[in-house]
């Protein structure tokens, strides 16, 4: 048996020897932090290649497998390289480019390449996935992407650009609306600024200002945004909506800005109130500003509604106080909604009463009489 053993041990020393590498490790090595990627069709991926030996050694490069109709480069120094001479202390630095054709269809692909020096290959197999948005991708959206209000209004969009790809990237921005429309989008707190710079994985605020002209009509106008950079692009689509523009005059039928009075007593005056917008006026109110202890009433005092281009009468009625003296008097009148207000001052012109006109023709006779008296009485003497 012992015999048997030391048999077995001497073919074992014959046999070991002719199962080890015919070429065995010159210490040269090649590698990549990470061998195995995934990547969109239509994309080129980069692997950062590193080689080293335990002495400075020309190490020819090679890309030995590809899929059909790929292609890959590799780049070292900025140039396309075939070779690197190594160092023992600081590594040269390559990396390898594969372009995935656009049509390229979903599924792992092998590639390989070969570091060889003196006579010795060093393979370093790589894989690649293939599959839709595996890059990441970028977004715009908007919390409100509609906004309404008048034709002579500002609108402000606040938008939030995420870029979900691994990398920073700076995205320029430009903004679109109908014609004559004033359209701006800048990051937050930087009016000035026409692009954006976001971290990867991160966010920023896009403001984007729409100033319509105010000769446009009540409607539904698109506005369109769009971020881009990096090879990547996104769109959000905002549309607002006009309702109209408000305008209104206060003025007389006749235009005539002024009245007669009496103290005490009343005089109605007409009021014409013309809607000059394209859209409706609402719910008009009417208050006065008069003189102290006047008093002014609107008949009606709200007007529920005026379409655009039309008119609506009102009848004020203004009642002076009952000290008033004669003389003229402003009496202000305004008619407002929400959006909107119009104003007019209307003088009114106070006379004496006509009691008090008889009282002193009244006590004009009695004067005289009394007159005439004292000479009938006193006149012979």
Known sequence: MRVMNIAVLAVAAVVLPLAAPVQASDGTEITTPYPAV???????VTFALTVTAPTPRRVDLAVSQLPDGWTATLRGGGLVIDSVMTD????PEVQLDVDVPPDASQGVYAAEVVATTAGVAHPLPLQLRVAEAVGGDVALTAEFPSLQGAADATFSFDLELANNTAEEQTFNLEAAGPEGWQVTATPSQEERAATATVPAGNTATIQVEADPPDTVTAGTYPIAVRASGGGQSAEAELEVVITGSYAMTLTTPDERLNAEATAGGSTDVALAIVNDGSAPLVAV???????ADWEVTFEPAIVEQIPPGETAMVSARIVPSGEAVAGDYIVGVSAATPEVSGNVDLRVTVETSAAWGLVGVLLILAALGGLAWVFRRYGRR
């Open 38 to 44: 995934a990547v969109e069709p239509g994309e080129t």
């Open 285 to 291: 109110e009417l208050t006065a500003d008069p003189p």
């Open 88 to 91: 023992p202390e600081t590594a």
